[in-house]
């Protein structure tokens, strides 16, 4: 990834130029502790994540297809978790984004949880991660260590036309109509968390941030930012020492 967040998942290596250990081992670190200090149901993700990490693993050995197996790896998570079907929702649920509002990377409903609103989220890793495990570790892990005041739930899988898609469960955020986040309160936000921004990208000493603008990061009734849907990716630049 260069300064902007794209391309090359390499960040941008000021400071230190060593490689860091291997990636598994940071995401064992930050979300398989006993207790994940956001207090984020994260276990179906850290579950699916380690199956498929084992997969990638064992992959490496024998030289085999590393999709394809992770592909029968989620047809067993599948086969014991069950196909989801928004149908269960009822009249509970409606689109929340008309299609010409909607990005490409998932379909996205609004879900009245018995007087707690939710964000259902029907999407595709394909669009912006190389492996349905590196969507699990950046999209869900990687966001729910970050920001875990709008973590998502993986809460099921849904097989069609040949390819899987990913069920997320979000927080609704409470926002001001037409009351939106600036690109400078993003920045400073930003910069309080720890990140130094580079072109349109923040980067810190384990994770570069992107595509951080109004519509991904709400302004809520509080007055406080919600990180709804950032793209997130390892900074593979630097090391532990």
């Given at each position: 990834?260069?300064?902007?967040?794209?391309?090359?998942?390499i960040?941008?290596?000021?400071?230190?130029?060593v490689?860091?250990n291997?990636?598994?081992?940071?995401?064992?670190?930050?979300?398989?502790?006993?207790?994940?200090?956001?207090?984020?149901?994260n276990?179906e993700?850290?579950?699916?994540?380690?199956?498929l990490?084992?997969?990638?693993?064992?992959?490496?050995?024998?030289?085999r297809?590393?999709?394809?197996e992770?592909?029968?790896?989620?047809?067993?998570?599948?086969?014991?978790?069950?196909?989801?079907?928004?149908?269960?929702?009822?009249?509970?649920?409606?689109?929340?984004?008309?299609?010409d509002?909607?990005?490409?990377?998932?379909?996205?409903?609004?879900l009245?949880?018995?007087?707690?609103?939710?964000?259902?989220?029907?999407?595709k890793?394909?669009?912006?991660?190389?492996?349905?495990?590196e969507?699990v570790?950046n999209?869900?892990?990687?966001?729910?260590?970050?920001?875990p005041?709008?973590?998502?739930?993986?809460?099921?899988l849904?097989?069609?036309?040949?390819?899987?898609?990913?069920?997320?469960?979000?927080?609704?955020?409470n926002?001001l109509?037409?009351?939106?986040?600036?690109?400078?309160?993003?920045?400073?936000?930003?910069?309080?968390?720890?990140f130094?921004?580079?072109g349109?990208?923040?980067h810190?000493e384990?994770y570069?941030?992107?595509?951080?603008?109004?519509?991904?990061?709400?302004?809520?009734?509080?007055n406080?930012?919600?990180?709804?849907?950032?793209?997130i990716?390892?900074n593979?630049?630097?090391?532990?020492?």
């Amino acid at each position: 990834m260069d300064k902007n967040g794209n391309g090359s998942r390499i960040g941008n290596g000021s400071g230190k130029s060593v490689r860091t250990n291997d990636f598994g081992q940071k995401i064992d670190r930050l979300s398989l502790q006993k207790e994940f200090r956001t207090n984020v149901d994260n276990k179906e993700a850290v579950k699916l994540a380690d199956i498929l990490r084992r997969c990638k693993e064992d992959c490496k050995q024998t030289a085999r297809n590393t999709i394809g197996e992770q592909f029968n790896q989620l047809f067993l998570f599948l086969a014991n978790e069950g196909n989801w079907n928004i149908s269960r929702y009822g009249n509970r649920i409606k689109q929340l984004l008309d299609d010409d509002k909607k990005g490409v990377e998932a379909d996205v409903y609004l879900l009245d949880d018995y007087g707690k609103y939710k964000v259902i989220k029907v999407t595709k890793w394909w669009v912006r991660h190389q492996s349905p495990l590196e969507f699990v570790e950046n999209k869900i892990i990687l966001h729910n260590e970050l920001f875990p005041q709008t973590a998502y739930k993986l809460i099921g899988l849904l097989y069609d036309q040949g390819d899987f898609l990913f069920i997320l469960e979000q927080d609704y955020v409470n926002c001001l109509e037409d009351v939106y986040s600036t690109q400078q309160e993003i920045d400073e936000d930003m910069k309080k968390r720890g990140f130094t921004k580079y072109g349109s990208a923040f980067h810190s000493e384990y994770y570069i941030v992107s595509d951080l603008n109004s519509k991904n990061v709400l302004k809520g009734l509080d007055n406080e930012l919600y990180y709804i849907d950032p793209i997130i990716y390892p900074n593979l630049s630097y090391t532990e020492i």
